[in-house]
C-alpha cells in the first residue's frame, strides 16, 4: 500500500511537471513572419541559393582575367642516348653519342582572352541576370512564407476562438442536463425531453474535442516553421493584427511581384544566352605569353626564354553547327517571354479576385454581427416560451444551436477579414512591406 502510494504521488508530480513544461508565447503577426523569413528552413535555404547565384557569377566575371599557368619537372632518364649536332670538342667538329641521366624543365605559361565574339561579355551579363533573378525568387519565396503564416494564423485564432465559445455552450449544456435530470426526476418533463438534452451536451462535446485536435494540430505546425520549442502555445494578439491593419490601409496595391521580377530577369538572360550562342560564329582571340628553362645534364641548359605573342582559334565546323545552338537560344527566350505575359495576366486576375474576396469578407461580417444579435434575442424569446411551457424542447435546443452557430461565425469572419486582407498584400506583392520588414 505504501509502494502504491508513492507512485500515485510521483504520478501527480510527473503530471504536474509536464504541465508546466509547456511555455505560452504571444505573438503579433509581424513576429512572426519576421521568424519565418529569418529563421524558418525555407528561408534559410533560399539565401543559400541567391549566395551560390552569386558565387556563380563571380566565377564567370573570373574568366576574364589573364591565365597563369606554373610548372616543373624534375626526370630520371635511364641511360638516354642523345645525338647532338652541338660540337664536342676535338678539331675535327666531329660528334658522338652522348649519355644522358637527367632532365630538369620548368615553364610559366600567360594567357588573356581578347576576342571571342563577345561571348565572355555576354555570359557575364547573362549570370548576373540570373544572379538577379535568384534574388527576387528569394523575395518571393518569403513572400509565400510570410501569406503561410498569416493562412496559420487565421486558422490557429479561429479554432481557439471555435473552441472557447464551445466550451462556453458546453457549460450551459452540462446546466441544462442537470436541469432537466432534477425536472424527470420530478416528472416535470419527459424522458425524451432529458435525453435529447444529454444527446445535445454529447454532440457539444465532440465538437470542443475536434476544436481542441485543431488548436493543436495547427499550433505545431506555426511552432515547426518558426522553428520555436515543440512544447511552445502559441497565444494570438489580434489587436496588434487589427492595428497594423489600419496602418497599412492607404496602401497603393500596384502590383509589384517578386516572382514576375525574377522571370523578367531569366528572360534577360536568355536575352544574353542567344549572343552567347552567336559567338561561336567568331574566332576566338588571346595574348599569350610564356617563360621556359631546362637543363639537359651535360648536355644544353636554356634559361630567361621568354616569348610573347597573339593566339588565334576557329572552329570551322561552327559554320554548319552553331546555327542550332543560336535557334535553341532564340528558343529559350521566347519561352521565357512567353511565361512572363501569362504570370503577368495571372497576377492581374489574383489581383482582381483578391480584391473581390476582401470586399465579400467585409460585408459579411456586418451580415455575422446581425446574424449574433437576431440569434441571441431568438433564443431569449424561445427560452421564456419554454419556461411558460409554450415552445418544445426541440426549439429551445435548436435555438441553443443557432446561437451558437452564428457566433462561431462572427468569430471566424473576423479572421478571414484579416485573411483576405493579406491575401490582396500578397496579390500585390507587398505583403512584407506591409509590415516594414526586411527581405533580407
Do not use: W
Not at 446574424?371 to 409554450?390: C, F, G, H, M, P
Request: net charge neutral; glycine share 4%.
Amino acid at each position: 500500500m505504501k509502494i502504491n502510494k508513492t507512485i500515485l504521488i510521483a504520478i501527480s508530480f510527473l503530471g504536474i511537471t509536464v504541465g508546466y513544461a509547456q511555455e505560452r508565447k504571444t505573438l503579433s503577426l509581424k513576429e512572426a513572419i519576421s521568424l519565418a523569413t529569418t529563421k524558418s528552413n525555407e528561408a534559410n535555404l533560399a539565401n543559400i541559393k541567391v549566395a551560390t547565384s552569386k558565387l556563380e557569377m563571380e566565377t564567370m566575371k573570373n574568366n576574364q582575367y589573364p591565365n597563369l599557368k606554373i610548372s616543373g619537372q624534375f626526370l630520371q632518364l635511364t641511360n638516354a642516348n642523345v645525338d647532338s649536332s652541338l660540337k664536342t670538342g676535338g678539331s675535327g667538329g666531329s660528334s658522338s653519342p652522348l649519355e644522358v641521366s637527367q632532365l630538369l624543365l620548368g615553364q610559366a605559361n600567360v594567357s588573356m582572352p581578347i576576342f571571342s565574339g563577345f561571348k565572355l561579355k555576354n555570359s557575364i551579363s547573362a549570370s548576373e541576370s540570373l544572379y538577379k533573378a535568384e534574388t527576387a525568387n528569394s523575395s518571393h519565396t518569403k513572400e509565400q512564407l510570410a501569406i503561410y503564416v498569416v493562412e496559420l494564423f487565421a486558422k490557429l485564432y479561429q479554432s481557439q476562438e471555435t473552441a472557447k465559445l464551445i466550451e462556453e455552450n458546453l457549460k450551459s449544456a452540462h446546466q441544462r442536463t442537470v436541469d432537466f435530470t432534477a425536472m424527470e426526476a420530478n416528472g416535470i418533463i419527459p424522458r425524451n425531453d432529458l435525453l435529447k438534452a444529454q444527446l445535445q451536451e454529447s454532440n457539444v462535446q465532440l465538437s470542443l474535442d475536434s476544436a481542441n485536435k485543431n488548436v493543436s494540430v495547427i499550433n505545431y505546425q506555426l511552432v515547426t516553421l518558426l522553428q520555436l520549442p515543440e512544447n511552445t502555445q502559441i497565444d494570438i494578439d489580434i489587436e496588434t493584427i487589427k492595428n497594423d491593419m489600419l496602418k497599412t490601409q492607404s496602401m497603393t496595391l500596384n502590383a509589384q511581384r517578386n516572382d514576375l521580377e525574377a522571370l523578367n530577369f531569366q528572360q534577360k538572360a536568355s536575352e544574353s544566352g542567344i549572343k552567347v550562342a552567336q559567338s561561336g560564329y567568331y574566332p576566338s582571340l588571346s595574348l599569350v605569353g610564356g617563360y621556359i628553362a631546362f637543363d639537359l645534364k651535360d648536355v644544353i641548359t636554356v634559361t630567361n626564354a621568354m616569348n610573347i605573342g597573339v593566339g588565334l582559334s576557329y572552329d570551322l565546323s561552327s559554320i554548319f553547327k552553331n546555327g542550332k545552338e543560336v535557334k535553341l537560344a532564340r528558343s529559350k527566350s521566347e519561352q521565357a517571354k512567353t511565361a512572363v505575359s501569362i504570370l503577368t495576366d495571372k497576377i492581374k486576375e489574383e489581383t482582381q479576385q483578391a480584391q473581390e474576396n476582401y470586399n465579400l469578407s467585409m460585408k459579411q461580417n456586418i451580415v455575422y454581427k446581425q446574424a449574433v444579435e437576431q440569434a441571441t434575442e431568438n433564443y431569449r424569446i424561445v427560452k421564456d416560451k419554454y419556461d411558460n411551457s409554450l415552445s418544445t424542447t426541440n426549439d429551445l435546443l435548436e435555438a441553443d444551436v443557432q446561437q451558437l452557430q452564428t457566433k462561431i461565425n462572427l468569430a471566424l469572419s473576423q479572421a478571414d477579414i484579416a485573411l483576405k486582407y493579406y491575401q490582396l498584400q500578397f496579390a500585390a506583392g507587398k505583403l512584407i512591406n506591409s509590415f516594414n520588414l526586411s527581405q533580407n
